[in-house]
Every structure is written in C-alpha cells, then in structure tokens.
C-alpha cells in the first residue's frame, strides 16, 4: 500500500500540471489510498478544492465526491458524509450510472456507522447487483464481505459467517490479499461473539499479519483490538495489555479516533480487573474526552459500561446504577451491552444489600443471554455462544451462595449445562427454562444409586456439589487458575506413567485432594459415582487421581466412575425405558481410504472376539469394503442395543462437528468419513455406543456443553451411554479390553462396572511386568451416560 501511495504521488504531481484531467485522477486516487491508510484528514486536504467546470460532468465528478464521503465517514463526520455520498449519487445517476453501485456500496457502510442497518443491506444489495452485472468479482468480493458486516451488526453471526465464506472464496481466487484480510477479520470477530475464541483468534492474526504486510494500517490498527478482545475474554489479561499498548501508538499517529476509544476503554477494563483503578480513570477520561469533543461517538456505549464498572469498584452506587441503567434502556446498545450491564446491576444492588433487586436483574440477564443464544440458527454455533456469557452465570452463583441459597445456586449452574444436547433430545422442559426450577438432584441420586459429583470451575472461586441419595452439600475448591494448569500437566504425565507410585503422579494427587478429597466422607469405597465436570475438568480421567492412603492407588480401585453434562439429561435418562432389543451392529476393519489412516491390524482379532458374544440372528456386520458411511446410516441403526465401532476417529477441534469415523470408501466415489453432524441427525436408543477409535470423546470441552466429538454426536442421537476415548488409543490392548468388557457385559453388568471390570483386569494383570498396567492403555476409555 506504501508503494502504490508512492506511485500515486509521483503521477500526480508529475500530471497535475500537463493535463487537468489525469492529474484529478491520480489526486483522487492518492486521496483514497490515504482512506485506506487511515489518514482521512489528509485525504479531505486533497479533495477539497473544486473540480474544474470541464470535469463537472465527468466521472471523478462522482468518485471525488465518493472518496470525500469515504473519508468524512471514517473520521465519524457522519453529517457531512452523507451529504457527500447523496451529491455522488445524484452525479451518478444523471451522468454515470456505472458508478451506482459503488456509491450504493460506500453509502451502505454509511449506514453501518449511523447503525441503520436496513437501509444498509438495502444499499449493499444493490452494489452486489451492480457488481455481478458488471462481471466485477473483485467488487463483489468486498460487498459479499459488506452484507457480511450488516449480519454481524445485526447480531446474526451464523449468517454473517457464512457472507464472509462466500466472500472469501471470490477474493482468493483473485489474489485480493486487501479484502481478504478484511473479510478474515470480520469473520474473527462474528466467531468471537459466538463465543468461538480458538477460530476467532487464529483468523484474527492470519488478517493481521496480511494487513501488515499490505501497509493497510487502519486494518491492521482494527485487528490489533480484535487480538486484544480474544486474550480479554480468555483472562489472559497481560497478553491483552501487550497487544493493546503496541497498537496504541499507530491509533494515535493515525487520527483512527473510533479505535483509539475502544483501545482506552479496553485499557481501562483491564485495569479494573487486575486492581488498577487509578489507572482505569486515566484510560476512561481521554476515550470521555474524545467524545465530549465529538470525534468519535461508535464508543459511547462502551465508555458508558466501563464508567459504570469504576463507580462499582469505587463503590459509588447510585452513579454506577445510573450508567448500567441506562444502557439497558438505550436501544442502540447490543445484546451483549445489554446483558453485561444487568449483570453488572445485580452486582450493584448485591453490594448495597438489596438482595430481591440484585436476583431480578441476574435473572433479566440470563434471559437476555438465552434469548441471544436462541437467535442462533447453526448448532455449531449455538455450542459455542455461552463462552461469551459464563462469567456471568459465576457471578449469580456468586451472589447466591454468599447468601447461603447453595441449591439455587445449583439450579442456576445447571441451567447453563448441555442445553444443545438437551434441545437434541426434545427434554427442553427443565433445559430452555430461563428461571432456576424444576431439577430434583436427590431424587436423581436415588433412581441411580448414586453419588452425583457437580463442578463449577470459575475465575474467582470454583465450586463441588455432592449429591447422594441422603443428602446434599458443597464444597468451595480452588479458582481456574490454579485447578487446569494441574489437569493439563498430569493428563501429559498419564502417557508415561507406570503405576500410581511413578515420579509423574504429584499432579495426580493434588488433583485428588483439589477435587475429590474435600468430599471423600459423602464417597465411601466402593460407590457408584457419576461425575458432572467443567472446563477443563472434561478433559481429565478421574479414575486416575491418585488416593494417598493407605498406599497410594488410582481412584479406580475405589468407585465406578460415569461422566455426564447435565443434570437434566441424567433425570431423562432414568425415565427412559431401556432398549429391549439386544442386538449387535458391529462396524470396522475397513480398507485403508488414504495413507492418513492405514489398517488396524488388530481390528479382525477385536471384531472376532465381540462377535462371539452374539449368536448370528442378533448382529449384523458392516466390515471391509462393506463398512461405509452411507452403509451405516441405512442399516437402521436405531434397531440395535449396541453399537461397536473398530476403525480410527478423528476429532476437529475447531469444529466438532466436523469430527468423524473414518470408514471405507463408497464405491461411488472418495466419501469415507461420517460425521458428526450426520450421525446427530439419525435417531438412536443404543444401550451401548462404543467407539474404539482415538479421540472418540472429543478434544475440545465448551462452556457448559463438555467436550463434543463423537461421543456427543451419538448421545445426541439418543444413546444412553457411549464409551469414548480421550487420546488415541493402542491398537495392541484395545482387543483384549473390549473382550473383557463384552464379558463382563454378557454376565449382566451394567456398562460402567464393566468398563471398569475391564480396565480393572489390564490394571491388576497377573503378569508384573505387563505394559498393559500402563493409564496409557486403560484409562484413555471413559464412560457418557445421560441421554
């Protein structure tokens, strides 16, 4: 971009006193190149003296009027702008109708800024018309991005996404680097706000670092606070302060007065959350300046919540209510404004004791964040969106169990939890509400013979309900920070570990004294237990927790362990008549599709061995070159107690749904995978689903939702329970451990003690030097219930 302001430059001056004609046009072009750059003001200087009378009728009659427009709207002159862009348009259709839809395309982002977001997909339309009439794909490229943009205004991010695809493919083709960079930073910020941190940061640099590289500072100055935003939300707040000091300064050399608000209030909320207030007043006070003096009026809301945030923190209740007040009640303000400031309300009123008010505002805000999630069409999406919001769910937990109200605070815990699977399952009576009820725990524990173990991970203090069939309690544990470090190190120490006695397993004990210990009296040996996780807790085998007395030992040896989402899906799960049926359908041993996924080699021993346990009138066998995607699907698979698969899975972690059995090849063409999202859509009432595949769990755990691969997709589809893999598993022990399961099985056990029957067996083998004793082999298996 430097380069071709250089050679603009150059043109102009060196035309600007040979030909009155082309030394307009390369001023006009020098002066949108300037637009580009983020220097409006000097692009204004250019335009402002008046066309010669030759030139009135001409095309740059309109495109200096365009690009005058242009840049009196990026520098929030939004009046004077639209006069402008109103002056194109008259030009246009009197004497140039072929510029129509690029003034239709500059007043649709006109429209954006002044948040009429009609009359912007209106203007938009017709530029994309124009574009396509015109055969003008590097235009059509940018507007597809613009109606993109209008979406995500509209707070329709599933649709906005979806613009932006569309309008990437047309700008790759082309090589456009300029819009693609654009259309990968709005598409960043659409998954920021569904919650999708992981994809919106890794788009976010890739548009970034383009941007950088094309000289396109003003996009790369608006990317910089998306990077920014990302490391917010995920309370890496030090990552956050780096991103935005560095931006700071190329805000302030470029005039760019809307992001240097949002950079200053974005300043100012880190400061509120790492104890800063003075400083947080600083930050707040130049972004109020800016706007006192009417240079930026897009960061006002904003200003608004972070001024109401300092009045909390000073404790300056009745200014801090009157600013979340009143951008609840201000229309311009975004769902997400929205519920933040009546979260923040509750806060306030909680503060001042007034606890009715505090509970009517948390409960106006979790409506808020339900209805948003509502409007979200993909499912994919929806997976995501609570991400955004938990932290204020915490802080009802919060408020609730400060006044001793420990099972509402349940309610509302489990409020947040599996509502996707639960929408899946048509449950929706207890999931959908938005007001805390319906969900009797004890009773649950009881029908189940049982001992519910609830998680609640949060960013201050992190909560355990223990639910028996006699009782309820709780137990506060430690904050995020101090509880996944320690998950995430031991699940590495697991691959090598020997025995609970090995170098690795420190991590496995101050996981059980973080997590299990405070409650191991309500836990005797010996019980059933059915573990409902969060965050990262998903992602861990409890089995594997090391019990420090009387010797130390896997907490497998001690209970029979279920993992579940919700609460709600385990009361559905208890009312829901077992399958009668006992049949087998048995899929694996497929031919190799692709080098990615050679043979199994032990896959005939493993389908040989769980054949055995099925007379032939009650199994069906999809194997081989038999075994394919659409094989399964039209196999009625909803026919067949169990479900058994041998062959690799693979698990996206950036979309889930997306995660796949890999099977052999149609015949009718290079169609190998079933996925997810197809086995969702066909209804199951398996007893048993068991996916003797890597990664069959999942790889990525949501905000409420757990860790959604495969085994996910086939509770969604109605299995009561799933036995899935957390890392990929050995193909020399799995036969010998799905052997001992289905025998296990075969003598009328249930799947869980089964399972664990199995694993047991590998984990005592009677051959000492066996490296089957290894966690690596048997604890990669966990058991699902609750569909």
């Known amino acids: 971009m430097s380069s071709a302001l250089q050679d603009a430059d150059q043109s102009y001056n060196r035309y600007s006193e040979t030909s009155v004609e082309w030394g307009w046009r390369f001023r006009i072009l020098k002066a949108h190149i300037l637009v580009l750059q983020g220097l409006n003001d000097e692009a204004l200087v250019l335009l402002n003296e008046s066309l010669p009378p030759s030139l009135a009728h001409s095309d740059l009659a309109v495109r200096r009027m365009l690009v005058r427009g242009l840049a009196q ?99 790759e083709t082309l090589g456009a680097r300029d819009t693609s960079s654009k259309t990968l930073g709005n598409m960043g910020w659409s998954y920021r706000k569904l919650g999708d941190f992981e994809n919106a940061l890794t788009l976010y640099k890739q548009a970034e670092e383009a941007s950088r590289s094309s000289g396109l500072v ?64 600083k930050y707040a006070e130049e972004a109020f300046a800016i706007e006192q003096a009417g240079l930026d009026q897009t960061g006002v809301l904003k200003s608004q919540l972070v001024r109401g945030r300092i009045e909390e923190s000073k404790h300056d209740f009745a200014r801090a209510e009157e600013s979340f007040r009143g951008l609840i009640q201000n229309p311009k303000a975004d769902t997400s404004q929205k519920w933040e400031a009546e979260a923040r309300l509750a806060r306030v009123y909680a503060d001042e004791g007034l606890e009715a008010k505090a509970e009517k505002e948390f409960r106006r805000s979790l409506g808020t964040i339900e209805t948003a999630r509502s409007s979200v069409q993909a499912e994919e999406f929806r997976l995501s969106f609570l991400s955004t919001a938990i ?45 805390p009820r319906g969900v009797q725990p004890q009773q649950i524990a009881q029908k189940l013979k049982a001992s519910l173990l609830f998680y609640w991970i949060g960013q201050n203090n992190s909560y355990l309900w223990v639910i028996t069939p006699a009782k309820t309690a709780y137990f506060k544990l430690p904050k995020a920070s101090e509880i996944e470090p320690a998950a ?83 009361a559905s799960s208890v009312t829901r008549p077992p399958t009668m049926e006992k049949g087998l359908l048995l899929v694996g041993n497929t031919e190799q599709p692709n080098p ?60 889930p749904l997306e995660s796949a059995v890999i099977l052999s090849k149609e015949s009718s063409g290079d169609i190998y995978k079933l996925y997810a999202r197809d086995i969702v859509q066909h209804r199951l009432n398996a007893s048993l689903v068991t996916i003797s595949a890597c990664n069959g769990s999942g790889t990525r755990a949501y905000s409420g939702e757990g860790l959604v691969g495969l085994s996910w997709a086939f509770l969604r589809a109605g299995a009561h329970n799933v036995i899935g893999a957390l890392w990929e598993v050995s193909d020399a022990s799995t036969p010998q451990l799905m052997d001992a399961l289905y025998r296990e099985l075969n003598q009328g056990k249930d799947p869980a003690t089964a399972l664990r029957d199995a694993k047991l067996g590998l984990l005592h083998s009677a051959d000492s030097n066996s490296v089957f004793k290894k966690p690596f082999y048997w604890a990669p298996f966990q058991l699902y219930a609750g569909s």
């Open 488 to 570: 995430k190190s031991y699940r590495k120490a697991l691959l090598g570990m020997r025995d609970a006695q090995d170098a690795g397993s420190g991590d496995g004990k101050k996981l059980y004294a973080m997590l299990v210990e405070p409650a191991k009296k309500l836990i005797p040996k010996g019980s059933r237990v059915i573990l409902l996780p969060a965050e990262s807790l998903y992602g861990l085998n409890f089995e594997t927790l090391i019990v420090p007395e009387p010797k130390p030992h896997f907490w497998i040896e001690d209970v029979t362990l279920t993992t579940a989402s919700s609460l709600t899906l385990l």
């Open 218 to 281: 003003g996009d790369q100055i608006y990317l910089l606070t998306g990077i920014s935003n990302v490391y917010y939300l995920q309370h890496d707040y030090d990552a956050a302060e780096t991103i935005l000091k560095q931006a700071l300064g190329l805000a302030r050399a470029h005039n760019d007065k809307g992001t240097l608000t949002e950079f200053l209030n974005d300043l100012a909320e880190i400061a509120i959350e790492t104890g800063q207030g003075d400083l947080a007043e």
């Open 391 to 435: 932290s204020f769910y915490s802080d009802y937990i919060e408020f609730l169990i400060s006044h001793k109200r420990i099972e509402d605070a349940l309610q509302v815990a489990e409020l947040s939890r599996a509502r996707t699977l639960a929408e899946g399952l048509a449950t929706t009576t207890n999931a959908a509400s938005r007001v």
């Open 596 to 655: 990615d996924f050679p043979a199994l080699a032990q896959a005939p021993a493993e389908m040989n061995k769980i054949e055995h346990y099925f007379p032939d009138p009650n199994r069906k066998v999809l194997e081989g070159k038999q075994a394919t995607p659409t094989a399964y699907l039209s196999s009625n698979p909803e026919r067949f107690a169990y479900l058994h698969f041998v062959t690799h899975g693979t698990a996206s972690r950036t979309r």
């Open 73 to 171: 709207d990026y520098s929030q002159r939004l009046e004077e702008a639209e006069k402008s862009l109103h002056i194109a348009k008259e030009l246009a259709q009197l004497e140039q109708p072929q510029l129509l839809g690029d003034v239709a395309s500059a007043q649709g982002t006109l429209y954006v800024h002044q948040k009429r977001y009609a009359d912007a997909r209106a203007a938009y339309y017709k530029a994309l018309l124009a574009a396509r009439a015109g055969k003008n794909a590097g235009q059509e490229a940018g507007v597809l991005g613009s109606l993109g943009f209008v979406s995500m205004w509209q707070e329709h991010f599933d649709e906005a996404v979806d613009w932006f695809k569309a309008s990437l493919a047309v700008s």
